[in-house]
Structure formats: C-alpha cells, structure tokens
C-alpha cells in the first residue's frame, strides 16, 4: 500500500523533466552583418538557435510596407539552422499578409526596420506565429555598416558580436 502511494507521489516528480524537455525553451536569431554596401539592398542571412526540442517551424518578417511569413517545409534537426531571407530555398514557403505565396523577397529601403519573429509552431497562412524561440529588429543600413552577428530586440540593446560569440548560451 505504502508502496504504491509512493509510486503516485513520485511519477509526477519524474515526468517532470520529460515534460520540460518537450515544452521550448527559446532560442536566439541573429542576422548576418557582412559590412558591405551589397547588404544594403537584401534581407540578410539569419542564424537561428533554439535550445529545446522544438525546432524553427515559421519566421515572420515584419516591415513597414510589407509582412511576409516562411513556413519550413521540414523539420530542422541540430539546434541551429541559417536562412538566406533573400532566397530562403527549399525549406521554405513563403507567403504575403494575405496568405498568397511569395516569390520574391527585398528590403524597401536600408533605413526601414523590420523585425524578424521566429516560432517553434506554424500560424494560419498570413497570420504572425508566436515568437517562443527569439526575435530580432535591424535595418539593412546598420548591416552593411558592420561586420558580425547583428543581435538585438524591442527588450534588449542591438549591436554587433563576432561570429564566433554567436550565440549565447541558453
């Protein structure tokens, strides 16, 4: 009897870490500064981490004239992908705010911010998915202005780290 008892106070205890293995645990999104003028007029290369489980499913690209919205057609493995944003590849389906497909992608201008979301679960098609594994804010302008991994949010300071600091522990 007491044994059994022990067993159902126990189980949750032990379950408890496969529980939050599963659940995501965040990540990082950096975007690629290459400090040339060529980075002016394209999106850039972004690198994502996550360090749960739960791999990249959908990246939202936010302008001030334009929402576009990649849904991975596969799943990632490793803790780490990159995205070319100007020409993501196979892995990607891109569609507009609408939820049209999109085949083409570039920066209006290298003074405008755009944010990048990335989610470990896809949205409707045209609708932002929930940001659990990071996001990121940059101009084109301030990538081609340095040389690294531009870093950087609405909560936290952007800047530039060299490569090799990218990312920071989870």
């Not at 950096?30 to 007029?41: D, E, K, M, S």
């Not at 990121?136 to 780290?161: C, I, N, R, W």
């Amino acid at each position: 009897m007491a044994t059994s008892r022990f067993r159902v106070l126990l189980a949750p205890v032990l379950l408890a870490p496969l529980l939050v293995a599963c659940q995501p645990a965040g990540g990082h999104v950096g975007a690629v500064a290459t400090g040339h003028f060529t980075a002016l007029h394209q999106f850039p290369v972004v690198i994502v981490t996550w360090c749960g489980d739960a791999a990249p499913r959908q990246i939202d690209l936010v302008g001030e004239t334009q929402r576009r919205h990649l849904v991975a057609t596969r799943e990632f493995e490793g803790g780490e992908i990159e995205i070319d944003l100007a020409a993501p590849g196979d892995d990607w389906e891109i569609f507009d705010e609408e939820g049209s497909p999109v085949y083409r992608m570039g920066p209006d201008s290298s003074e405008d911010e755009y944010a990048v979301g990335v989610g470990s679960a896809p949205a409707e098609p045209g609708d932002s998915a929930e940001h659990d594994i990071g996001t990121l804010s940059f101009t084109t302008g301030a990538l081609a202005a340095e040389q690294g991994v531009y870093t950087g949010d609405d909560t936290s300071e952007a800047g530039v780290v060299p490569q090799e600091e990218f990312p920071p522990e989870c």
